[in-house]
T-cell receptor, first 113, second 115 residues
C-alpha cells in the first residue's frame, strides 16, 4: 500500500510561473516530510523539509506547505526556471532517530522556456 | 569532499550470479543507507547503518541480500543468486546529525540488470 502518494505523474509549467507539486499521505504517524529533486542519471538531492509542528517552510524560491488534517503537503516553486525540470519525490518519516524514509512515486516537472 | 560515490555505475549479470556493489559515503557521515528504485517508483528503503552497526533491514531484503560496513566507512551490498526481479537502481545515501540523520546526500546509484 502506498503510504505516500503523488497522484499526478507529470506537470508542465511556463517559465516564470508557479509550479505546485502535491503529495498526500495516509500514515498519521509520519512526523517529518521532505522533498527531493532528481535529474536523469543522478541520485536524488534533498531540496526542502518540514516538521509536522509547522505548516510552512520557505527556502528561496521553494516553499513547502503542510496540512496535517488533510494529510496533504505541497511544494511551490516561484518563479519556475527551466533548470527546475526534474523528477520531484515527496518523502515522509516517523518520529525518532530512525530516519527511514517512505517515498512517493515522483512527479516529473517540465518548465517550458 | 566529492559526495557519495557508488561503484559500479552499471552492472549486467546473468541470472544466478552473485554481484557486489560498493558505496563510499561522505567522510565522517555516521549513517549510511541503501535504497532500491525500480522504474516508475520512488526509492524503497533496504537497510541502514550507524557507523558499523546495521540497525534495520527491510523485509524487502531477502536472505539473498547482505550488506556490510566493516569499519564504519564504505559499505558493500551483495546479492547472491540474482533473479530478474532484482533488476533495479540501487542507491546509497549518507547523513549525519547535522542533517537530522535524514539521507540528504545520495550517490548516483548502481543500475543492475539481470538477464
Amino acid at each position: 500500500d502506498q503510504q505516500v502518494k503523488q497522484n499526478s505523474p507529470s506537470l508542465s509549467v511556463q517559465e516564470g510561473r508557479i509550479s505546485i507539486l502535491n503529495c498526500d499521505y495516509t500514515n498519521s504517524m509520519f512526523d517529518y516530510f521532505l522533498w527531493y529533486k532528481k535529474y536523469p542519471a543522478e541520485g536524488p538531492t534533498f531540496l526542502i523539509s518540514i516538521s509536522s509542528i509547522k505548516d510552512k517552510n520557505e527556502d528561496g524560491r521553494f516553499t513547502v506547505f503542510l496540512n496535517k488534517s488533510a494529510k496533504h503537503l505541497s511544494l511551490h516553486i516561484v518563479p519556475s526556471q527551466p533548470g527546475d525540470s526534474a523528477v520531484y519525490f515527496c518523502a515522509a518519516s516517523g518520529a525518532g532517530a530512525n530516519s527511514k524514509l517512505t517515498f512517493g512515486k515522483g512527479i516529473t516537472l517540465s518548465v517550458r522556456p | 569532499d566529492t559526495g557519495v560515490s557508488q561503484d559500479p555505475r552499471h552492472k549486467i549479470t546473468k541470472r544466478g550470479q552473485n554481484v557486489t556493489f560498493r558505496c563510499d559515503p561522505i567522510s565522517e557521515h555516521n549513517r549510511l543507507y541503501w535504497y532500491r528504485q525500480t522504474l516508475g517508483q520512488g526509492p524503497e528503503f533496504l537497510t541502514y547503518f550507524q557507523n558499523e552497526a546495521q540497525l534495520e533491514k527491510s523485509r524487502l531484503l531477502s536472505d539473498r541480500f547482505s550488506a556490510e560496513r566493516p569499519k564504519g566507512s564504505f559499505s558493500t551490498l551483495e546479492i547472491q543468486r540474482t533473479e530478474q526481479g532484482d533488476s533495479a537502481m540501487y542507491l546509497c545515501a549518507s547523513s549525519s546529525r547535522g542533517q537530522g540523520w535524514f539521507p540528504a546526500f545520495f550517490g548516483q546509484g548502481t543500475r543492475l540488470t539481470v538477464v
